[in-house]
């Protein structure tokens, strides 16, 4: 195990993170393989599948209400558990970690909202609700999260799911994407579309929508390299009505929106593939001791050491950095720039770290009997979702 240099922590906090570590060990891992090794992505979220003893058992650990048992402690400390509980479900599996984090994405938008029938409904403890953030498109995935490039507000870009205005109702008309996490599970969606077309991206609007609404189906999961435990998969709309106090967030405030959501994603990214880095170093740290080559160990081979020692600096300069991130946000007006560096420097080096894992493993790491070759599998796709690198590249660099 790598130590955790992180100064400081509380008996609490040590609890917390130590009852994090036995969930992603016991739990997460030999749940994640499980779902990973299933032909069919249906099979992921069939009754009677691993997926639902997941969910039970992180509401049973009290992980899922975290935010609500901490809420005693300071933003610093709050943003620390975050981090450092992130990290571990990482570490445990990280498309499972997501899909965990992302069941409460409605809570976020219930409790923006002000408005007591929609808290009452979706925040209360124990509530057992799973959420989705449906945000991407056929036609659009990052883009639509771009709020500093020309294109946001561009009336000719069309979006593929609006909501209008009738009386006092909405009508949803439309599709999200195949990239919707916990698409095909989810009882109720934060459902970002758009209202006036005219303004672009920028019309847009965050509405709370109950899933068995007459009008909604669903698509088949998405059958994907990486991440198979998340749960991925369309959402359709057809002449849905929700009441107007389902609509949060209106026109007026959707850029700031996208852009406080995308700071929050990218940051909570950046710490949940940190996890992913530090299991692929602790697995091959742990396989170049026990493997034998020319006489010795290959941990003596002095080129398998200085790799393991370089893999060591970045998982050690991407954890900082993450919880770093996730520290000033919490306690400052958050700074949508760092939260991408940390997302996009820290899904990188655990793509990188995993792919140098798989190297020291030989041979052996390109079999499905051991778990390199998934953790890679993981990395790679973290660095499409929640914002392409590339393209949140830009968007960071324009608050530069």
């Keep these: ?42 099979e992921v979220i069939a009754p009677g599948s691993v997926l639902w003893d997941v969910f039970k058992k992180h509401r049973d650990a ?29 570490w445990g599996d990280s498309g499972l970690a997501i899909s965990l984090g992302v069941a409460n994405f409605h809570k976020t938008f219930a409790v923006m909202s002000g408005r007591q029938a929609l808290v009452d409904r979706y925040v209360r403890s124990g509530a057992d609700e799973i959420g989705c953030w449906a945000v991407t498109e056929p036609d659009h ?23 209008t205005k009738d009386g006092d109702d909405f009508i949803i008309r439309g599709q999200k994407s195949a ?89 909570s990214m950046g710490t949940i593939f940190v996890g992913v880095a530090r299991a692929a170093l602790e697995h091959a740290l ?17 080129s398998v050491k200085a790799r393991i020692f370089k893999m060591f600096t970045q998982v050690e300069a991407a954890r900082s950095l993450s919880r770093r991130v996730a520290h000033y946000n919490a306690t400052n007006p958050p700074l949508l720039q760092y939260s991408i560096a940390s997302k996009v420097y820290s899904t990188t080096t655990a793509f990188e770290v995993a792919s140098q894992a798989l190297q020291i493993f030989g041979g052996n790491g390109l079999t499905r009997e051991f778990p390199i070759e998934k953790l890679m599998r993981d990395a790679r796709a973290s660095m499409i979702e929640d914002g392409c690198n590339d393209l949140l590249s830009l968007v960071g660099a324009s608050r530069l």
């Design 1 to 42: 195990m790598i130590t955790d240099i992180e100064v400081g922590l509380s008996d609490t906090e040590r609890a917390i993170r130590d009852t994090a570590h036995r969930f992603a060990r016991d739990v997460l891992r030999p749940a994640g393989k499980q779902l990973d090794q299933l032909h069919d992505p249906q």
């Design 62 to 90: 009290c992980l899922s209400d975290m935010e609500s048992a901490t809420y005693e402690l300071s933003p610093f400390e709050r943003s620390r558990l975050r981090a450092i509980t992130s990290e571990e479900l990482g």
């Design 141 to 163: 995935g990052s883009d639509s999260l771009t709020v500093t490039e020309p294109h946001f507000a561009d009336p000719q870009v069309r979006a593929n799911c609006i909501a």
């Design 179 to 267: 990239w919707v996490s916990n698409g095909t599970i989810a009882t109720v969606a934060a459902l970002f579309c758009t209202i006036d077309p005219s303004q672009g991206f920028k019309g847009g609007g965050v509405a709370v929508v109950p899933l068995d609404l007459p009008g909604v189906s669903r698509g088949k999961p998405t059958n994907k390299l990486g991440q198979r435990a998340l749960n991925q998969g369309e959402i359709f709309f057809d002449e849905v009505r929700i009441p107007a106090e389902y609509m949060v967030v209106g026109c007026e405030a959707y850029g700031a929106v996208v852009e406080q959501i995308l700071t929050g994603a990218n940051a």
């Design 286 to 302: 742990e396989y170049a001791k026990g493997r034998v080559q020319g006489g010795v160990p290959i941990i003596e081979h002095q």
